[in-house]
């Protein structure tokens, strides 16, 4: 579609002029280093939250990948910065991988080893080294895959235990979340290594990567992606039997252009052919049953039919790059008019003009949820940021700030 340059544009702007320096300007923490752990929704900062290793590895990512797509230093300092508040405050140096959450000054208060955690931190780091060629983030990289490989592995069943203790034993608690099933494996943990892989295959063409990998596509195509109904599933026991029937639109959606990616990056022609359909059938699912009139995806629908008609930041930002890659994939103009349903409802509802960044969560008239927060263990730069990269890099080349 002609107009898709002038998305890539807008994109390019609400990265550039939005996203990115309300990152660098007002979440740095001057007392202690790194990053604030919390910003409410009104703007206010707590002090005292404790940081998460998620949010600190998706800031990494975020301001990483920002200087090496836009080709400028304007915000390697703030990803030097990640990097080392990583290295300072949430490594275990005498057990290996990263804390979940730290106080402010770095001590550690969850020190469990999610694996989640694992993933996110391998991804930023291969990000760092593909801006930076950095040799110690590398290396790191390298130390975090090997241990994920040797502890987090399920010999029997394959794929990946959600949770350790900080001695890499067994967990009291697997969950990420108070709401997630405490369940030994998930979706969304694989969704995570997945990304973290390809990424790290880029920067290390290792062929234990690419075996790694390509077994964890054949996860999503033989556990995972229901068959029968083509949505994902969300928790699962350790030898996969299903454990929920919920769908998660935001999660469809985002599997089906990242399956996609892991199968290029791979360049395995039959990998690609079996991903192809599974991919493009969770982008047309998310497109028919998740997408409301004013172009915002909803958030899930539970087991009994019921829509959660909320709309969070990060299934928008998701849904414009899978509606993209479809059509990318297929040349069907339905998926490009989505895309820009969605980048539109974005603009209109999400983005926080007065208060920086988005919304983490809208209602279904797109009124914000103020309590939700603008910083926090969950919410990040990295959804709205890599959409906008992503948009910029399929729609029309990047262009420097």
């Not at 940081?51 to 590895?57: E, F, M, P, W």
């Not at 291969?126 to 950095?134: F, K, L, T």
């Not at 110690?136 to 990289?141: G, N, P, R």
């Not at 989505?338 to 919304?359: L, P, S």
Request: one cysteine or more; hydrophobic letters at 40%.
């Amino acid at each position: 579609m002609e107009d898709l340059a002038d998305l890539a544009e807008e994109a390019r702007a609400e990265l550039v002029d939005h996203i990115l320096p309300f990152w660098a300007e007002r979440t740095l923490d001057d007392e202690h280093g790194g990053f604030v752990g919390r910003i409410d929704g009104h703007g206010r900062r707590v002090p005292e939250a404790a940081k998460g290793s998620v949010l600190n590895a998706r800031i990494l990512w975020t301001f990483a990948a920002a200087c090496r797509a836009l080709g400028t230093d304007r915000w390697c300092a703030e990803a030097d910065r990640a990097c080392d508040a990583l290295r300072t405050h949430f490594a275990d140096p005498e057990h290996g991988g990263v804390y979940w959450t730290v106080a402010p000054d770095g001590t550690p208060v969850d020190d469990k080893k999610q694996v989640y955690a694992q993933a996110f931190t391998i991804y930023a780091l291969a990000e760092h080294v593909r801006q930076r060629g950095d040799g110690e983030a590398l290396a790191w990289a390298q130390d975090l895959y090997r241990l994920l490989e040797d502890r987090a592995v399920d010999p029997e069943h394959g794929g990946y235990i959600e949770a350790f203790s900080c001695d890499w034993g067994p967990a009291a608690d697997l969950r990420l979340s108070e709401k997630d099933a405490d369940a030994p494996k998930s979706m969304n943990t694989h969704l995570h290594v997945l990304e973290a892989y390809t990424t790290l295959y880029r920067v290390w063409p290792d062929a234990g990567v690419a075996g790694r990998l390509r077994a964890l596509v054949e996860t999503f195509l033989d556990h995972i992606v229901d068959p029968e109904t083509g949505h994902l599933g969300l928790f699962f026991g350790m030898d996969w039997t299903p454990l929920s029937a919920d769908v998660s639109f935001g999660h469809d959606v985002e599997a089906s252009w990242l399956l996609d990616e892991a199968a290029a990056v791979l360049d395995d022609a039959g990998l690609a052919a079996r991903v192809r359909p599974v991919a493009l059938r969770l982008a047309r699912l998310a497109r028919e049953e998740g997408l409301d009139a004013d172009g915002g995806l909803f958030n899930e629908r539970g087991s009994d039919g019921r829509l959660d008609t909320d709309k969070h930041w990060w299934p928008q930002a998701e849904a414009v790059v899978g509606f993209l890659n479809a059509y990318e994939r297929t040349d069907d103009d339905s998926f490009a008019e989505a895309a820009h349903r969605t980048w539109a409802f974005i603009q209109r509802a999400i983005v926080d003009r007065d208060g920086g960044e988005w919304f983490f969560r809208v209602d279904r008239e797109g009124v914000p949820y103020r309590e939700e927060d603008t910083v926090g263990p969950w919410k990040c730069p990295y959804h709205n940021a890599r959409a906008c990269l992503e948009i910029m890099e399929r729609a029309g080349a990047p262009v420097p700030p």
